[in-house]
Structures are given as structure tokens and as C-alpha cells.
């Protein structure tokens, strides 16, 4: 029998159900608690509403999730499993493919994102964080997330990738339906789905070689179609990664990390007395708020991980949400601590699928975390933040802050 898109199966042997909705709204927008439930049930969890093993602790989710041998992602890495049923739209090239022709797209990712690419971004960057910094200043009171991190995300990322006509709206719904659509067929996907006549056919436009400026990413992409490597039918569907993946993650984290300084006060001093923190306190912001809480990965083989039998066509949800504050691994998990220096959280993935776009997050993250240090007395709330639930990401939806001037 299926359910939500894959086989049901099995309750493997020793493993607790947990009857659990892990798409419940109350629990996406605050899950600290399910987060520790998660862990404490052991390596594995049941759930029986969507017939899925679930994990949470470091270890083991770090192992499921960087075997791609074992645990595919060409079978989706949302509930629905791709061999039995197809995705709602063509899938990815790069993240729902595994080896041998994963290498060939990563690879030619890779290069069009490269650290020497994006430093080349940097004062481009910086710039347009000192400008944005300076008109909230200007504000004092703002709304960080659509003011600071929307703003500034869909600023600077598609002139990066080199699009001529850039609409925010539908850049931002399109992720939210990419995102979504990895869950259940519950309110939050069916909301997000809802946008998709006006947006997706304007995001497959925007993907075309002809609508790119020469300078951006997305022509880098095209340049391996040049030279044969890729076809280009597939650099349209990598420029389209770009645009799935490359703007709510952002956003996410940019608004997260002012949450995170609003909240820690002593934190966001540290980083004022030395903003070359800036990128530690963006690392402890991913690992502390976790902006991709979980994807799926799918048993290819029957097998076994830390002793429990997984049977083939098993859908596990891997938490990172939850591994990312298992006090196993991190000393004061539920600290927010910017000189904690994490190289080693699961937010950006392990092993082959790791974010391909860590560079260019950094280098915004870093560009706006560096500005705020220079020109930002002080970070205070200036209401109640407001948490907006999403299948895959944990993300604010609003949150009021004042900025003091230096
Ligand atoms: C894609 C993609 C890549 C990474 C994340 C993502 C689900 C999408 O290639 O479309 O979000």
C-alpha cells in the first residue's frame, strides 16, 4: 500500500513508533521539543502517519544522510518516492540524481560557484550590505526579515546569476514550493502549489541562456554546454537549481542569524569588539537554527544502520534540526555561542550533496554580518518574532527589530 507518494512498510525490529505528525504547524514553527524527543527515542523512530523511519541524533543521521550509495537521492529526497510515483515537476539534475551522473552536473556546479568566482563577488557584496545597513539605520525600527534578508537576497543573488529581469515575489514563492513540496500533501504544500501557475513558467523563462547576463552563474553553467559536457536542456534545469535552492535557504539564514544576535545581546558584542566573527557567528547560526530542518533519503538495499534492520524503498526522514543540537556531540547544544567555531554541522548536508552553494551564502552572510558589526550599536526585538511553517526550512516569517547607530 502507498502512502504519501511511497510504499508503506514494516515497523523494523526494536524501533519505537512515535505517533508523531513531524508537519504539524505548532511543531515546525517551534521544534526544540520534538527535536529532543526525536533523539531520546534512540537512533530510530516509526512514524506511523506517514509510515517513515525518522532520525535525529548526530551519529546516525550524519551516516544515513552522506551514504549515497545506500541512501539514494534519486528516488526524491522528500516523501515521495520518484520510482513509484512522478514529482510535480521535472526532477533536479543535481540534488534528486545520484553517481555516476551527479558527478558530471555537480562538477559543472561546482566550477560556476567556485570560492574564485564568488571572492570575485565579495566588494559587490559588501557594498550593497553597507548600502542596505545604512537606509535601516536610517529606519531604526524595520521588519528583518522581507526588509533586511528578502531585501538583500534577492538583491544580490540574481544579479550573481546574471538575471535580467528579477522579481522578487516569484523568486521567493518558487522556493517556497521547491521546499514545501518535499512534505506531505498537507495545508502548507497545497498553499505554496497554489502560486505555481504564475510562477513557474516564468522561472522556467528566466532559465533560458538568452535571458542571462554574460558576467553571471547561470552563464558559466551554459558555458559547459559549450564545450559539450552538458547538454543545453540541462544547464537550463542547473540554472533552475539555482533559483531553487539559492534564495529562501538565504533568506532563512540571514534572518535567523539577526534572531539569534537579537536574542544573545553578549554575542552580538563579542562580534562587535571583532567582526572577523562574522563568519562563526553565521556558522553557529546555521548549526543553532538549522534553515533546512530535514530532507528524505531513501534505502536503495536492505541494510542495516546502528543495529536496525531497514528494508528497501524505506523512506528515512533525516532531522538535521535535531542532530545539530544533540548534546552528544555538541558541548551547551542549546547555546548560541559565536566562538564555538562548528566545521562540523549538518544545515549545509554531508558528503556528495553538500550545499553546493555554501560560497555564495557565506559570502552574503559575511558581507551583511560584517556591516552590521561596523555600523550597529545595538539589536533589540521590537515585537514578538513569528515563526512560518514550512515542510523542509525553519524559517521566520516576521520579526520586528530596532537598530541603534555606533
Ligand atoms: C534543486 C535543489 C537543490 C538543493 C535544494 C533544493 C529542495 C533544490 O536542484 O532544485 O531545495
Sequence with gaps: MMLEGHQQIDVPTGVPIWDVDPYDPALL???????????????????????????????????????????????????????????????SIVLEVDPPFHTKTRAVIERALSLRSVSNLRDKFLEAAENLIDVLLEKRTFEAIEDLAETYSTTVFPDAVGLRDSNRRRLVDYGEMVFNALGPDNEIRRAAMAKAPDVVPWITEQCRRDQLDPEGFGAAIYSAADTGEITEEEAGLLVRSLLSAG??????????????????PEQFQILKSDPSLARWAFEETLRYTSPVHSFCRTANIDTVVAGVKIAEGTKILCVLGAANLDEEHWREADKFDIERRPSDHLALGVGIHGCVGQNVARAEANAVLTAIANK?????????????????????????????AK
Design 376 to 404: 550597529v550599536e545595538s539589536i533589540n526585538l521590537a515585537g514578538e518574532p513569528v515563526w512560518r511553517p514550512n515542510n523542509s526550512v525553519h524559517t521566520l516569517d516576521t520579526l520586528p527589530v530596532t537598530f541603534q
Design 29 to 91: 514553527t517551534d521544534p526544540s521539543r520534538y527535536y529532543a524527543e526525536l533523539r531520546s527515542n534512540g537512533s530510530f523512530s516509526f512514524i506511523p502517519k506517514y509510515s517513515i523511519l525518522a532520525c535525529g541524533r548526530y551519529e546516525v543521521t550524519k551516516e544515513v544522510f552522506s551514504d549515497w550509495e545506500r541512501f539514494v537521492s534519486s528516488r526524491g529526497v522528500g516523501l515521495q518516492d520518484f520510482s513509484l510515483e512522478e514529482p510535480w515537476r521535472p526532477s
Design 247 to 264: 534564495i529562501d535557504t538565504t533568506v532563512t539564514a540571514l534572518g535567523s542569524a539577526i534572531w539569534c544576535l537579537a536574542n544573545n
